[in-house]
Every structure is written in structure tokens, then in C-alpha cells.
């Protein structure tokens, strides 16, 4: 399933596109439109990934490699020392 979502300004936002199991293309950053504002947040990608793991793709890129969303993971996952 493919979709053209305009979401706001906050990664809040991608939060609740989990709830859309079907959603496997995504894209935030497209040079057709004008820039997304949440493309200009820290890490974007990587909270994108780790909110939507049944993403197939993101912003035109394919997303194969289980080491990206590996990184995904360990990226957001909260460090206890």
C-alpha cells in the first residue's frame, strides 16, 4: 500500500501511522514537493524506522538491509548503564 501523507511538525505524528499495519511506502522528503518540516528534525529517518518496522520503503529508498533497521533499534532504544 502506498500513500501520500502531509504530516505536521513532530515525530509524535509518526507514532500514530503504526496504527496503518498496510503502510509499506512512506515519503517525507520528495523533491516534487515542497520540503516536509519534519525531514529537518535530528534523526528523522531513524525514528521513522523504528516506529514503522513493516516499512518497505522510505522517502524512494528501499529498505532491505535488517542492519538499517537494526541501527533503527539501537538507536532509539533507551541505554541503561
Known amino acids: ?3 501520500d501523507l502531509f504530516l505536521s511538525y513532530s ?4 507514532t500514530y501511522l ?3 499495519p498496510q503502510l509499506t511506502d512512506l515519503g517525507f522528503n520528495d523533491p516534487k514537493y515542497a ?4 525531514c529537518s528534525l535530528c534523526n ?6 523504528y516506529h ?4 518497505q520503503r522510505l522517502d ?4 532491505t538491509i535488517r542492519s538499517y533497521k537494526d541501527l533503527a533499534e539501537v538507536m532509539c532504544t ?4
Open 44 to 49: 528523522y529517518t531513524t525514528q521513522v524506522l
Open 60 to 63: 524512494g529508498h528501499d529498505i
Open 1 to 3: 500500500m502506498s500513500c
Open 11 to 14: 515525530l509524535q505524528d509518526v
Open 35 to 38: 520540503s516536509n518540516p519534519i
Open 78 to 81: 533507551p541505554h541503561h548503564h
Open 18 to 20: 503504526a496504527r496503518l
Open 52 to 55: 514503522l518496522p513493516a516499512l
